[in-house]
């Protein structure tokens, strides 16, 4: 397959929302395309930073008489999505906190901070990395597992970096990455 500029990727937000939380059990999109189900909630803006994907494979060698390396098998597999939501809504207070610790009313929301684990959740990740590329990362079983420090200044947005681990579903995926790129053909 030759060079083609065209196929450069930049990690680009979906206008009008990149990054999406919804309840275990909600319908799980398996395009890049379809519409998500209305459980499916924006987080909003996200940081200049984006969305970092990190995917981590630890393994041992196994040596044998005399010192060789004869094999090397892998001790864990572990990836995370982290990305720090910058708006203040009851979305974000949500994925942060847990639905039961955020309570909206009429021009109010009043947020618990306690030690109650969070419950999975299911995680979408929408970008345009060229102008013939939408790519969508569907995490179907995410935790959040660490929050950033939280800076009030007013010199950057408030926010706090949020990593979600994704644990294997019943087919023992973490993820899925749906594409759909604009002139691809099956090799042949």
Request: aromatic share 6%; net charge negative; glycine share 8%.
């Amino acid at each position: 397959m030759p060079n083609d500029v065209s196929s450069v990727a930049v990690g680009k937000p979906k206008v009008g929302g990149a990054v999406f939380i919804a309840p275990l059990g909600s319908t799980l999109p398996t395009d890049a395309t379809t519409v998500l189900d209305a459980a499916f909630k924006c987080l909003g803006y996200i940081s200049e930073d984006g969305v970092v994907v990190t995917e981590e494979r630890d393994s041992e060698t196994i040596p044998a008489w005399g010192g060789d390396t004869v094999a090397t098998v892998q001790t864990s597999y572990t990836e995370t999505f982290a990305f720090t939501p910058i708006e203040v809504n009851p979305v974000v207070a949500a994925a942060e906190y847990g639905d039961d610790n955020v309570e909206v009313t009429s021009g109010k929301m009043t947020v618990k901070h306690n030690s109650k684990e969070l419950p999975e959740k299911i995680l979408v990740i929408e970008t345009v990395p060229n102008s013939k590329t939408v790519d969508r990362f569907m995490v179907p079983r995410a935790k959040l597992t660490e929050k950033g420090d939280l800076t009030m200044a007013d010199s950057e947005p408030m926010g706090r970096e949020c990593t979600f681990t994704a644990l294997p579903d019943d087919s023992g995926n973490t993820a899925y990455e749906y594409m759909t790129i604009t002139g691809l053909a099956p090799s042949e």
